[in-house]
């Protein structure tokens, strides 16, 4: 056994019983490297990485390979996911190298911890999927390290150099109406126009893009259908690929093909959680029955799989159950389907799904993707194929099931739990909110520390000190008060943002670094503070920032929370544009600086009655840049304001609704 058994990762876990004399990421093992004059080899990667389980079981597993890394290397072992700021930057300088990042990451560092060479996966032996098999990687770095120390010093100062300039992605400019039309004309030339979403394969989503030209769509009032083309197209072909789970919900983390058929196997709560919001908003925006069917789905799914009784979300759930079985839970051969539907049954489910005997899997030609080929071929057998979906959900259900790593993070947590509050008032399900407040009241207990603000982990104090916890945390804490009216959620929210603005915040030229002020340190690139604004993949913590000071603003009409935002655009707006569809979460917070927001406030007695009423006919209306207020008072009433106009006040659900409309 190595070092790694007591860690609480699960994907550090995972690789305890491995002869590689793994450490976890510590000042110690840096330490070790440079008492004992080795390199380091780092491998970054995660729980739910298919790629990270086969290079284990061809590698790292191998005692032959474990003999040549415990000899000539001191190793490191990170999960990408419990360490988002060490996988940040030692990604850009294996970017820099190869001009390729992703998981697994395998670098190579100095004891200093500067990276001097590396990749990706890679195959133990030569000549596989043209890369240079690990074994002579491992011989040559070694041999390099020990004979070309200058060359290899040299190289590292220049990645490290790199690195830390790169780290900082703000670019002063002006915030104009101009950057918003701009993107979406940007956006509009990377659109397929074939199978929806942007750009070709592989083909992840962009749901922050699709609620982003979603708001320009309703901005135009139906002007402008090519927005609204692209929204339905991609949410539409999304829907109906392989990419969504038909039979129990949710989606896949990317798809392998331009089509949305084939997908990465594995399910993360962070796209589920913001693929949930965009569904909702375009249900709400267009009423496509399709979309509702979408987020029901992943309501169920996390409520089924991800949902803890004691308040919290998972992570993620795995591809694999076993290395190298590549989606075998999820996919279907005819003989499986047939052996758990009738005859009828299967004929009808075989044509909607495609299922042929031969299927899209490379690994075995027999198994099939599920996805939506083409509509049952009558009323009659939509019941049919309804009954074959629970079939076949409940023969998948037997089968042993994909890992689910059930560490709460504070930032993933925060972003489903507000997704759950939209979505407990649009399907009109209040177990959603029940979920999502308990989610969140368990935030504030067990992971907000005033003079530390957020951990990463939900009753874990370290590690901590990231941004993205903080104003993920505080978004949803505006949420949780749209929702509920009850001021506590606000005062919350304003909490977590004045930390920010003290710990985070960048006073001479704007934006916010990633890390807390006095959390830089450590190991080579960690001793920067990043300033990212990118969305890759999940929403940039900048960009949230921004959003939430956008909406502390209107909630509260404090003049000191539009200054910041107003700054904190300002130190982004110059690459708002070439960021384009990397930048959507920062252009919509754009957007809420340069149009009007739409304030609907509610108030009167608690309960059943017009309030009330009212109160979930406000969440329930979609409209860009809204907030909603519930107040407590004598009397229901409820005014709209756009801009600086506004309604006389209304007192029943219907004339409000005249005004929404």
């Known amino acids: 056994m190595n070092l790694l058994a007591s860690e609480p990762s699960a994907y550090l876990k995972s690789a305890a019983h491995q002869p590689v004399h793994w450490l976890p990421w510590s000042d110690a093992a840096f330490a070790q490297a440079r008492g004992e004059r080795k390199p380091i080899l780092l491998d970054i990667g995660a729980v739910w990485c ?40 030692y990604q850009r300088a294996v970017q820099a190298l190869s001009g390729q990042g992703g998981w697994p990451l395998t670098a190579f560092l100095t004891p200093a911890g500067e990276v001097f060479f590396g990749g990706t996966y890679f195959p133990p032996d030569d000549n596989q999927y043209g890369r240079p098999g690990f074994r002579s990687v491992l011989m040559e770095i070694a041999r390099a390290f020990r004979e070309e120390g200058e060359r290899i010093a040299t190289n590292a100062r220049a990645i490290r150099e790199h690195v830390t300039q790169t780290l900082n992605e703000a670019k002063a400019g002006a915030v104009s109406p101009d950057l918003v039309t701009g993107a979406a004309d940007q956006m509009a030339r990377l659109f397929d126009v074939r199978y929806g979403g942007f750009g070709t394969a592989p083909k992840f989503p962009h749901p922050a893009a699709a609620e982003f030209l979603l708001a320009r769509w309703r901005d135009s009032r139906g002007g402008l259908e090519w927005q609204r083309e692209m929204v339905e197209k991609t949410l539409t072909g999304m829907a109906r690929g392989g990419i969504r789970d038909h039979l129990g919900g949710g989606f896949h983390r990317y798809s392998v093909d331009e089509r949305w058929i084939v997908p990465h196997f594995e399910k993360m709560a962070y796209d589920n959680s913001e693929l949930l919001r965009a569904y909702l908003s375009a249900y709400q925006g267009f009423g496509t029955p399709l979309f509702r069917d979408v987020t029901t789905g992943i309501v169920d799914w996390v409520l089924e799989v991800m949902a803890e009784e004691g308040g919290a979300f998972a992570t993620s759930q795995d591809a694999d159950v076993a290395s190298g079985d590549d989606g075998d839970y999820w996919t279907w051969t005819p003989d499986e ?325």
Not at 381 to 399: F, I
Request: charged fraction near 25%; hydrophobic fraction near 45%; charge should be negative.
């Open 50 to 89: 298919h790629w990270c389980h086969v290079m284990d079981g061809e590698s790292y597993e191998d005692p032959a390979i474990a003999e040549i890394l415990n000899r000539d290397f001191v190793c490191i072992k990170v999960d990408r996911d419990e360490r988002p700021d060490v996988d940040t930057r």
């Open 337 to 661: 389907a047939r052996a758990a539907l009738t005859e009828q049954e299967y004929a009808v489910a075989a044509r909607v799904f495609d299922i042929q005997e031969t299927g899209e899997m490379h690994h075995n030609a027999r198994k099939n993707v599920l996805w939506w080929k083409t509509d049952p071929g009558g009323d009659d057998e939509w019941p049919v194929l309804k009954a074959a979906m629970r079939k076949l959900k409940a023969a998948r259900d037997r089968r042993p099931a994909p890992f689910v790593d059930r560490t709460p993070y504070v930032n993933w947590n925060a972003m489903m739990a507000g997704a759950f509050l939209q979505a407990g008032a649009v399907l009109d399900r209040p177990e959603c909110n029940t979920m999502a407040l308990r989610v969140l009241e368990r935030i504030w207990t067990d992971a907000w520390d005033v003079s530390g603000g957020m951990s990463h982990v939900i009753g874990r104090p370290e590690p901590g000190g990231m941004l993205d916890d903080n104003v993920q945390a505080a978004a949803a804490f505006l949420d949780a008060f749209e929702a509920t009216g009850e001021p506590a959620w606000l005062e919350r929210a304003s909490h977590v943002m004045t930390y920010c603005g003290t710990a985070h915040w960048d006073a001479g030229a704007g934006g916010f670094f990633d890390l807390a002020d006095g959390r830089e340190g450590g190991a080579a690139y960690l001793a920067t503070r990043a300033k990212p604004v990118q969305d890759a993949p999940t929403p940039s913590a900048n960009a949230v920032a921004a959003l939430v000071l956008a909406r502390l603003w209107a909630l509260t009409d404090r003049p000191e929370w539009r200054a910041q935002l107003d700054r904190q655009l300002a130190a982004f707006a110059g690459g708002a544009r070439e960021l384009s569809l990397y930048g959507s979460t920062l252009l919509r917070a754009v957007d809420w600086a340069v149009h009007p927001v739409t304030r609907i406030e509610v108030s009167g007695p608690r309960g059943e009655g017009p309030a009330c009423a009212m109160h979930l006919l406000a969440l329930q209306t979609y409209r860009p840049r809204k907030v909603v207020i519930r107040k407590i008072g004598p009397a229901p009433a409820a005014t709209v304001c756009v801009g600086t106009s506004c309604s006389l006040p209304v007192a029943t659900p219907e004339k409000l609704a005249e005004l929404l409309a």
